[in-house]
């Protein structure tokens, strides 16, 4: 089986897969293309220029971390899943996980507003609008992972965990004044935590 994950590690999309891929250790080449300075080099891979793209071993281009995900479990062993078995423990961690999505899009539309969109075509209310939803989606995800102990749901982190720390570390690179990171302190805690194991060190933000 040949993986290979396209898209660059400052994009949470393609960290929490390229996290994931190693914690189901699942072996992948990662091409590290960006969809805007090397835009025709991925077009060439995959002509979407979606990031992530997975490119599996009979050259099927795969995007959205989300269904890349899903399939990557089932390449994994299942001692491996990154996903709880018990129902409702699997309920809650999807909640987690749509939280911490939340997060990563509502970061991602404030970087792009700002940074790609000409200062005098930036909708003020539209940032309040968004900036107002990832502080909300922040809020409820540090009332979950409160409860960590290390980590969420075993005793080796999942995919809640994963999601939720790669969350973090994106907002608090690229816009941290668009929450209030002091009152996030066990997202703080998580997210060191994480960034200290193998499978993180292994694809640092970049």
């Not at 269904?67 to 299942?78: D, K, S, T, V």
């Amino acid at each position: 089986m040949s993986l290979k994950l396209i898209g660059m590690l400052d994009s949470p999309y393609v960290r929490r897969v390229a996290v994931s891929l190693r914690l189901l250790a699942l072996p992948f080449e990662h091409k590290s293309l960006s969809v805007f300075s090397t835009y025709d080099a991925f077009a060439a891979i995959n002509p979407v220029v979606k990031a992530p793209s997975l490119i599996t071993g009979d050259g099927h281009a795969l995007m959205e971390s989300c269904l890349i995900l899903e399939h990557a479990e089932r390449l994994a062993p299942a001692e491996l899943s990154l996903t709880p078995a018990n129902v409702h423990a699997h309920a809650r961690a999807q909640r987690i996980i749509g939280l911490a999505l939340v997060a990563c899009e509502k970061s991602v539309q404030i970087v792009y507003e700002r940074n790609l969109r000409p200062s005098d075509k930036q909708h003020q209310p539209w940032l309040d609008r968004i900036q107002a939803q990832l502080g909300a989606a922040y809020r409820l995800l540090e009332d979950e992972v409160k409860h960590a102990d290390p980590w969420l749901f075993a005793d080796r982190p999942l995919q809640a965990d994963v999601s939720s720390a790669v969350a973090f570390r994106f907002t608090r690179e690229m816009v941290p004044e668009a929450v209030d990171l002091k009152a996030l302190s066990a997202l703080a805690a998580l997210s060191a935590r994480a960034e200290a194991t193998d499978a993180f060190q292994a694809f640092p933000f970049a």
